[in-house]
C-alpha cells in the first residue's frame, strides 16, 4: 500500500482546507485509516481516525469539531476536511493506514503500517 498526501498549503486563520490521501498498491476497504500532524519543534500528535470496519471515528480534543476525516472507497482516497483553521495547525501532516485497524481515543498511541509523505499545512495571516 502505498499513500500519497495532497491539498496542503498557505491558508489564512478562520479559512478552510481539505486534504487527501490517494492510495496505491491495495484498497482503503479493510484499512482502518488516520492523520496526524507534527508541528516545529514539537511530537507528531495524532489527529484523528476511523477504523476499518467504520464504527469508530474519532479525533483529538484540539481539533474536535472543526476538522472531519472521511474516505471514499470509490476512489480508493481518505481526506482530512479542516475549518476554522489556527496557527496552532500549522504542521506538516501525515496520512495513515493499518490493516483491519482500529481506531480508540488514543491515535497517538496505535499502530499504523503505512504512511504517506507528508503535506506542509501552514495557517498565518
Known amino acids: 500500500l502505498q499513500l500519497v498526501e495532497a491539498g496542503g498549503g498557505l491558508v489564512q486563520p478562520g479559512g478552510s482546507l481539505r486534504l487527501s490521501c490517494a492510495a496505491s498498491?491495495?484498497?482503503?476497504?479493510?484499512?482502518?485509516i488516520g492523520w496526524f500532524r507534527q508541528a516545529p519543534g514539537k511530537e507528531r500528535e495524532g489527529g484523528a481516525c476511523?477504523?476499518?470496519?467504520?464504527?469508530?471515528?474519532n479525533y483529538v480534543d484540539s481539533v474536535k469539531g472543526r476538522f472531519t476525516i472521511s474516505r471514499h472507497n470509490a476512489k480508493n482516497t481518505m481526506y482530512l476536511q479542516m475549518n476554522s483553521l489556527k496557527p496552532g495547525d500549522t504542521a506538516i501532516y501525515y496520512c495513515?493506514?493499518?490493516?483491519?485497524?482500529?481506531?480508540?481515543?488514543?491515535?497517538?498511541?496505535?499502530?499504523?503500517?503505512?504512511w504517506g509523505q507528508g503535506t506542509q499545512v501552514t495557517v498565518s495571516s
Open positions: 498498491g491495495a484498497t482503503l476497504d479493510n484499512y482502518g
Open positions: 495513515a493506514a493499518e490493516y483491519l485497524g482500529g481506531c480508540t481515543r488514543s491515535i497517538g498511541r496505535q499502530p499504523f503500517d503505512y
Open positions: 476511523i477504523s476499518s470496519s467504520g464504527a469508530s471515528r
